[in-house]
């Protein structure tokens, strides 16, 4: 009774970690710490955000992808981006950036909105600024892997 009992108490520890969001800057693999591999599994933005879009960076090979997310329950975005297989686990400049359209782009590094740095895996996440509802409002997006730049401009418009 007593394994059974610690059994559940285990599994239930494992489970309230997944609602845990991911660190910002991607300079740690989440294939490999216990801690990460279990807020990696939940999505990399939080437990009430599922993904919305999927954008390449560069082309021939692609560098990376933007990966938008949305919760309606805190009526923000959410976007991280990831390195692809070309270009995972090598430390390269690697930025991350949202914003409402129609307002000016986030100050990059240190913002709400933006990440960057010299990352190994991924940027972010990175979320529309809080208090602001964008249910009816459209995205613009920047995303940066070893230089190459991606942008789109009034896209998830509610």
């Known amino acids: ?7 559940l108490a285990f599994v239930l520890f494992l489970l309230l970690g997944l609602a845990a ?3 910002a800057g991607g300079d740690s693999d989440p294939t490999i710490g216990g801690g990460e591999r279990v807020a990696a599994a939940a999505g990399p933005c939080g437990s009430s955000y599922r993904h919305i879009g999927h954008y390449p960076i560069g ?19 959410c976007m991280v981006v990831n390195h692809s297989s070309a270009t995972y686990g090598i430390k390269l400049y690697t930025e991350a950036s949202i914003w409402p359209y129609g307002w000016s782009p ?9 990440d960057g740095g010299m990352y190994s895996y991924y940027a972010g996440p ?3 600024p809080a208090g602001v509802d964008m249910s009816n409002r459209c995205l613009n997006l920047k995303g940066v892997v070893d230089w190459t730049t991606a942008t789109r401009t009034r896209v998830h418009c509610g």
């Open 59 to 77: 082309s021939s090979p692609v560098l990376g992808y933007m990966d938008v997310y949305w919760s309606g329950t805190t009526k923000r975005n």
């Open 21 to 23: 969001p991911a660190a």
């Open 126 to 128: 990175v979320y529309t």
């Open 106 to 114: 986030p100050s990059c590094p240190s913002s709400v909105g933006c």
């Open 1 to 7: 009774m007593k394994r059974a009992i610690s059994a």
